[in-house]
């Protein structure tokens, strides 16, 4: 009976304690990870499901930890471009190109590891589809529910220097993250 007295109190102190954590946690804002089926255009409309204006297309892979690459076997890596990142990998990607020049450095060396970081208070992401030493693209992106939309741009310096354009960027998720997704050799649609 002596210790009945005190579990309310003591009830009461762990909801107390734990409302903030559960406040915080719906306060993250929309969910990133999964695994997208994604369009690069040049011009609208652009839908992931239809490459007709896509100069860029594919699977691009968002994963809610750091991707640990020393566990990957060798035959994984030398499909995934994984050089010139600052910061440990957390999502990768594999896109086919249309030819000639698609005017964009999206999916220059077509299957590659990438980092996505969310910009602080929103559903804004940011990630590149293609980095070298002088040259990169980024894409700035809003999550709405299952779809991704924004911009992604091509920049180099030097003999990498571009004039393009800024992308559409347009993709749906169609299932959880995959690691698989990003060394698929057909990236074709046929989910």
């Given at each position: 009976m002596?210790?009945?007295?005190?579990?309310?109190?003591l009830i009461g102190a762990l909801c107390l304690i734990t409302a903030p954590i559960a406040a915080s946690a719906q306060d993250v804002g929309t969910r990133v990870s999964g695994t997208y089926r994604i369009a690069v255009c040049k011009s609208v409309p652009c839908t992931p499901g239809d490459t007709t204006n896509a100069v860029a297309w594919g699977r691009l892979t968002l994963f809610d930890s750091a991707l640990v690459l020393s566990s990957f076997p060798q035959s994984l890596l030398r499909v995934l471009h994984t050089r010139y990142l600052?910061?440990?990998?957390?999502?990768?990607?594999?896109?086919?190109?249309?030819?000639?020049?698609?005017?964009?450095?999206?999916?220059?060396?077509?299957?590659?590891?990438?980092?996505?970081?969310?910009?602080?208070?929103?559903?804004?992401?940011?990630?590149?589809?293609?980095?070298?030493?002088?040259?990169?693209?980024?894409?700035h992106a809003r999550i709405d529910?299952?779809?991704?939309?924004?911009?992604?741009?091509?920049?180099?310096?030097?003999?990498?220097?571009v004039p393009w354009s800024k992308d559409t960027i347009v993709a749906v998720r169609i299932g959880p993250a995959d690691l698989r997704a990003c060394v698929d050799s057909d990236t074709s649609e046929k989910d």
């Open positions: 002596r210790y009945s007295l005190h579990m309310p109190s600052r910061s440990p990998a957390n999502a990768c990607y594999a896109l086919l190109r249309r030819s000639p020049e698609p005017q964009t450095y999206a999916g220059a060396m077509g299957a590659g590891t990438t980092r996505w970081d969310r910009e602080s208070g929103s559903d804004d992401i940011s990630f590149t589809l293609y980095r070298s030493p002088d040259a990169r693209h980024v894409v529910r299952d779809s991704l939309h924004g911009t992604g741009e091509s920049w180099g310096a030097g003999v990498a220097e």
